[in-house]
């Protein structure tokens, strides 16, 4: 059950964690730095770059939405 | 000898000053008693709950994130209607994030959609009140006074009154100059005064405002005097998360959730009289991001990483 739990969640919060920043992550990243690792590929990506100033936001709203929701 | 020992009495004074939240008595206990639980791993009721919000009828209206909708639940927790799909448009949401609600609407927020999305109790989608810039908190006091984080970037955060229409009638801007990226993030909260509470996810400050943007008080309840920061990218961020949440119960008293530098990360629960004044922790059982106090004086927060809503009884003595 406990194991089951663990996986659930795991599951869960790497599901989360695409949709804060929109791209594939495995569950398996998901520990500490894990929001600055991903708003950094956030502001590499080329799609986010093209929107500017817009891409930009987007990143940083993601990132403190991550450290709200994922961080401890 | 004299020396060593004045050295002892000061680090003691040292220790004690910044962790005197964690050593002084409470002078209010505060326990919870759960009521309800909606949403477990092996259910489909929630899969990951970002906002929630509750009205006087006993009915709790939950955004999942991850299947893009809003839901409602009546009072003993069954789901009772589901609206939204995964899109852009009218009623869809791709990130849903904050909710709030009045007397007859529902107010949401999505990441990546600027505006407000308003819904009627029976989740019909009515219209979308538009607002250029990102909003980190939002709070209703009537369909007429809705009030909203507007996160400043670049610049100065504020926050911002509007109307049903979006027709801005008041701005309090509650940081003098522009700080860094994400510095003025907050949560906040309006009592029945118009006072505005606010809480800093990365600075150690909790603050109250009065409507006219005077700063009634200011509170560092961690002793965290520097702010940790990383460069990530071109931009310098903040990386230690203080308070993540507030909010206010029936008596004005404020409840903080803490955040990495709490005894128990997002478990703690400050609870602050009026006047800025601590008088109780609170450790939930599990980790929550929101913390959400209801008409009735109900508190819900998240367990299974947002898996499962909990609805708490607040206990006083």
Not at chain 2, 104 to 109: E, I, K, N, P, V
Not at chain 2, 157 to 171: A, C, L, N, P
């Given at each position: 059950m406990e194991k089951k739990r663990q996986k659930n969640r795991t599951i869960a919060a790497a599901l989360l964690f695409c949709l804060v920043f929109g791209m594939g992550i495995g569950?398996?990243?998901?520990?500490?730095?894990?929001?600055?690792?991903?708003?950094?590929?956030?502001?590499?990506?080329w799609y986010n770059q093209a929107w500017g100033y817009f891409g930009t936001v987007y990143c940083v709203m993601g990132y403190a939405f991550c450290k709200k929701y994922i961080d401890p | 000898m004299k020396n060593g020992k004045m050295f002892r009495r000061a680090a003691a004074v040292v220790l004690i000053v910044p962790l005197s939240i964690f050593a002084a008595e409470q002078r209010l206990k505060v326990s919870i008693q759960e009521i309800l639980s909606i949403g477990a791993l092996d259910d489909e009721a929630i899969f990951q709950w970002t906002g929630v919000a509750a009205d006087r009828d006993g009915f709790i209206y939950v955004l999942d994130g991850l299947d893009y909708s809003l839901k409602k639940f009546d009072a003993k927790g069954k789901l009772v209607k589901k609206a939204g799909r995964k899109g852009q448009g009218p009623g869809e949401f791709l990130a849903p994030r904050l909710l709030a609600c009045s007397e007859d609407f529902l107010y949401a927020t999505d990441q990546t959609v600027l505006g407000i999305s308003v819904f009627d109790k029976d989740l019909q989608f009515k219209?979308?009140?538009?607002?250029?810039?990102?909003?980190?908190?939002?709070?209703?006091?009537?369909?007429?006074?809705?009030?909203?984080?507007?996160?400043?970037?670049?610049?100065?955060?504020?926050i911002v009154v509007m109307d049903g229409s979006g027709r801005v009638q008041t701005?309090?801007?509650?940081?003098?100059?522009?700080?860094?990226?994400?510095?003025?993030?907050?949560?906040?909260?309006?009592?029945?005064?118009?006072?505005?509470?606010?809480?800093?996810?990365?600075?150690?400050?909790?603050?109250?405002w009065d409507q006219r943007g005077k700063r009634l008080w200011s509170k560092n309840l961690l002793g965290i005097k520097k702010v940790e920061m990383k460069k990530i990218g071109d931009y310098v961020l903040p990386t230690e998360v203080c308070y993540k949440d507030i909010s206010l119960d029936d008596r004005g008293r404020l409840f903080v959730l803490a955040g990495k530098h709490a005894k128990n990360p997002s478990r703690d629960v400050y609870v602050l009289s009026p006047s800025g004044e601590w008088l109780s922790t609170l450790t939930l059982p599990d980790t929550t991001h929101c913390l959400y106090i209801d008409r009735q004086n109900f508190l819900y927060v998240r367990a299974n990483e947002g898996i499962t809503l909990k609805k708490y009884r607040l206990i006083y003595e």
């Amino acid at each position: 059950m406990e194991k089951k739990r663990q996986k659930n969640r795991t599951i869960a919060a790497a599901l989360l964690f695409c949709l804060v920043f929109g791209m594939g992550i495995g569950a398996g990243n998901l520990q500490s730095g894990v929001c600055e690792d991903a708003v950094k590929e956030c502001f590499n990506d080329w799609y986010n770059q093209a929107w500017g100033y817009f891409g930009t936001v987007y990143c940083v709203m993601g990132y403190a939405f991550c450290k709200k929701y994922i961080d401890p | 000898m004299k020396n060593g020992k004045m050295f002892r009495r000061a680090a003691a004074v040292v220790l004690i000053v910044p962790l005197s939240i964690f050593a002084a008595e409470q002078r209010l206990k505060v326990s919870i008693q759960e009521i309800l639980s909606i949403g477990a791993l092996d259910d489909e009721a929630i899969f990951q709950w970002t906002g929630v919000a509750a009205d006087r009828d006993g009915f709790i209206y939950v955004l999942d994130g991850l299947d893009y909708s809003l839901k409602k639940f009546d009072a003993k927790g069954k789901l009772v209607k589901k609206a939204g799909r995964k899109g852009q448009g009218p009623g869809e949401f791709l990130a849903p994030r904050l909710l709030a609600c009045s007397e007859d609407f529902l107010y949401a927020t999505d990441q990546t959609v600027l505006g407000i999305s308003v819904f009627d109790k029976d989740l019909q989608f009515k219209k979308r009140i538009p607002f250029s810039a990102p909003l980190t908190d939002l709070f209703v006091r009537s369909d007429e006074t809705i009030a909203i984080v507007v996160m400043g970037f670049p610049g100065p955060g504020k926050i911002v009154v509007m109307d049903g229409s979006g027709r801005v009638q008041t701005e309090l801007a509650y940081q003098e100059k522009y700080a860094g990226p994400m510095m003025d993030s907050v949560s906040a909260a309006l009592d029945g005064q118009g006072h505005f509470y606010l809480a800093y996810l990365f600075q150690d400050r909790i603050e109250r405002w009065d409507q006219r943007g005077k700063r009634l008080w200011s509170k560092n309840l961690l002793g965290i005097k520097k702010v940790e920061m990383k460069k990530i990218g071109d931009y310098v961020l903040p990386t230690e998360v203080c308070y993540k949440d507030i909010s206010l119960d029936d008596r004005g008293r404020l409840f903080v959730l803490a955040g990495k530098h709490a005894k128990n990360p997002s478990r703690d629960v400050y609870v602050l009289s009026p006047s800025g004044e601590w008088l109780s922790t609170l450790t939930l059982p599990d980790t929550t991001h929101c913390l959400y106090i209801d008409r009735q004086n109900f508190l819900y927060v998240r367990a299974n990483e947002g898996i499962t809503l909990k609805k708490y009884r607040l206990i006083y003595e």
